[in-house]
């Protein structure tokens, strides 16, 4: 399990945040995305990641994915990396996002 760096809001970056990635496979390019996050201590009832490949500033191949409630947070569906970057961030069924301070998150292998 890799734990993502957070924006602050303050131009620092919290080395821990209920952001995680778990690589599913040995090279990493499977992955999935479990979020504990604002929207989910917010009580939110569903939670989609929004996500796509590329450059933090040109997302390509963005799709929204409903993530599933487990006991870890919410977790999105097994992601094949088709690029060396995934872009994301989220947000709940009333359209309240958490976009890590309008830097959103990044896997990259």
Same mark, same amino acid.
């Given at each position: 399990?890799?734990?993502?760096?957070? *924006?602050? %809001?303050?131009? $620092?970056?919290?080395?821990?945040?209920?952001?995680?990635? $778990? =690589?599913?496979?040995? $090279? %990493?390019?499977?992955?999935?995305?479990?979020?504990?996050?604002?929207?989910?201590?917010? %009580?939110?009832?569903?939670?989609?990641?929004?996500?796509?490949?590329?450059?933090?500033?040109?997302?390509?191949?963005?799709?929204? *994915? =409903?993530?599933?409630?487990? $006991?870890?947070?919410?977790?999105? =569906?097994?992601?094949?990396?088709?690029?060396?970057?995934?872009?994301?961030?989220?947000?709940?069924?009333?359209?309240?996002?958490?976009?890590?301070?309008?830097?959103?998150?990044?896997? %990259?292998?």
């Amino acid at each position: 399990m890799i734990y993502l760096n957070a *924006h602050n %809001g303050e131009g $620092d970056y919290e080395s821990f945040s209920r952001i995680k990635a $778990d =690589p599913t496979s040995s $090279d %990493g390019k499977n992955v999935k995305i479990v979020y504990d996050g604002l929207l989910s201590k917010s %009580g939110a009832d569903q939670i989609f990641m929004r996500a796509g490949f590329g450059s933090r500033r040109n997302w390509q191949a963005v799709y929204d *994915h =409903p993530l599933h409630k487990t $006991d870890r947070g919410w977790e999105s =569906p097994v992601l094949t990396m088709t690029n060396s970057q995934l872009n994301f961030c989220f947000k709940d069924s009333a359209s309240n996002w958490d976009n890590n301070n309008g830097e959103n998150w990044t896997y %990259g292998l």
